[in-house]
């Protein structure tokens, strides 16, 4: 079946600290790949997506790369900052638009000046 | 880009009464649109999908008497909590996917207490 395993949080950096939160992934299909992000008391916003091996997706210094062969789309930033304090889910989707979304447990990221 | 929108953002109820979410494709259509519930410090639970035109979709273990759903056209989908109880209190959050751009836009959420 689908699912997603994601890094346990919380995670506490420093601000300018570089971000990996891990995320690793099991689909029956060719899934698409996406990181959401959750700002308190907020609904939840595309961060970044990727469609197919090897694609990069990147959104505002984040990167995540769909890595095939390790099941992965971990994802990254080389300098956080406090505003970047939220929570992050790694999600698939089994078939594009219209399909059930399999999300992460979610990592909770908090950036101390 | 596509906004999905929800109506409203926090409700406080009595127990025992039912409290009607809506949610929106504002600019854009959706055939499908799905329900989700998150209890604090978890991930989104799918609750259901909804179908335009059709009956829902419900996960297994969701009351479909007690969480009732209508797409009543291609950009509404309501989820009605009907006779709430203090363990429904939640944060409900419906995805809507757009076509061209082939990613699920969520509404911001609508946070429920029930007294």
């Known amino acids: 079946g689908n699912s997603v395993t994601q890094m346990e949080g919380p995670v506490t950096l420093s601000e300018e600290a570089f971000l990996t939160i891990n995320c690793t992934y099991t689909?029956?299909?060719?899934?698409?790949l996406f990181w959401y992000v959750q700002y308190p008391g907020e609904g939840l916003q595309l961060l970044l997506k990727a469609t197919k091996a090897d694609d990069k997706g990147s959104n505002k210094g984040f990167e995540a790369t769909y890595r095939k062969e390790t099941t992965s789309f971990h994802l990254e930033k080389g300098s956080v900052q406090v505003s970047d304090s939220a929570v992050y889910f790694c999600?698939?989707?089994?078939?594009?638009?219209?399909?059930?979304?399999?999300f992460g447990t979610g990592t909770s990221l908090t950036v101390i000046p | 880009g596509a906004v999905v929108s929800q109506h409203p953002s926090r409700v406080i109820c009595k127990s025992g009464t039912s409290v009607k979410i809506e949610c929106r494709s504002l600019?854009?259509?959706?055939?499908?649109m799905f329900w989700y519930r998150q209890f604090p410090k978890q991930s989104l639970m799918l609750m259901a999908t909804s179908n335009e035109g059709s009956k829902a979709t419900y996960e297994q273990g969701v009351e479909k008497d007690k969480f009732l759903i209508n797409h009543a056209s291609l950009t509404l989908s309501t989820l009605t909590v009907t006779s709430a109880h203090p363990e429904d209190s939640s944060f409900y959050i419906c995805s809507a996917p757009h076509a061209k751009s082939e990613t699920q836009y969520f509404g911001p959420g609508t946070r429920l207490l029930v007294l």
């Open positions: 689909a029956t299909g060719y899934p698409s």
């Open positions: 600019d854009f259509q959706a055939t499908t």
């Open positions: 999600a698939l989707s089994d078939s594009g638009t219209g399909n059930q979304f399999y």
